[in-house]
């Protein structure tokens, strides 16, 4: 099962390694990792090396990455919309499903000239992984108070004035559970939890037979796949939730899996930085 989970990840977008990357183990180096960090660490996993460098580049000219040269080498860290991104992503994994709600629900609604579309689709991007449901164009719809990342992101882009933010109840008699449903495909996030579930439960957290290089790389597939699931899951209180909810046990599995392999994933990573940065000790 490790050897059939660890091939999926082949098919997944060179950028959600760069945003793992940096959420997991650039966040433990000051923010920041050196670009030959991930040609290196990433190659062993199937991902050629041209498509780590077309990728970082991508990610900078789009705003998702800054760049910082030193000498030859350019290191890479988040730009502020990246930055929420990743902490939305990291809360998504370790922190427990919230069950008490205030029953008020959170708007956002941004307005970006026509010159500004890198801005506001990464703007639309952190809604997104944030479980936001749009109600309209530029309109967005969340349960949970989960405004303060996105505001604080537009806030440090310089682009506070472009994005306003409301939190309050409903006025209208629907039911709320009714409302929902008809925000979110909760049958069908539901249904993604469980196929996640079928693929991971079986998977034991005993670390024993697994090298630092298959932790590394079994903890991007439960990252990217989990995430796949519950960028899209508002976090909904119980009293909105179907029947037989799987998404906190998912949660749980994440969580548990993903602590078993961060130690050996992070001592590979940390011997690959060391690797790459030998040259440039040896040359000074």
Known sequence: MRDEILSSIAGATTSRFVYS???FFGSRQGGELPGPWFTRALTPLGIEEGAIRQTLWRMERKGSLLVR???RVNHYSASAPTAAILDAGTEKILSPVLSHWDGEWTLVYYQFDGDQRDARDQVRYVLMVEGFAALGPGLYIHPRDRAARILSAVDRMGLADHVQAFRGPRKDAAPADRFARSL??????????????DRFSSLEVQTDAIDPLEAFGLRFA???EYLEVAWDDPELPPELLPDGWPGATARRLAKELYEAWLPLALEYAEAVLAEVQEPARSST
């Not at 979110?184 to 579930?197: K, N, P, T, V």
């Open 69 to 71: 040269r030193d000498g």
């Open 21 to 23: 990357s940096l959420a």
């Open 222 to 224: 439960l990252v990217i």
């Open 184 to 197: 979110w495909d909760l049958s069908g996030i539901a249904d993604r939890y469980r196929r996640f579930l």
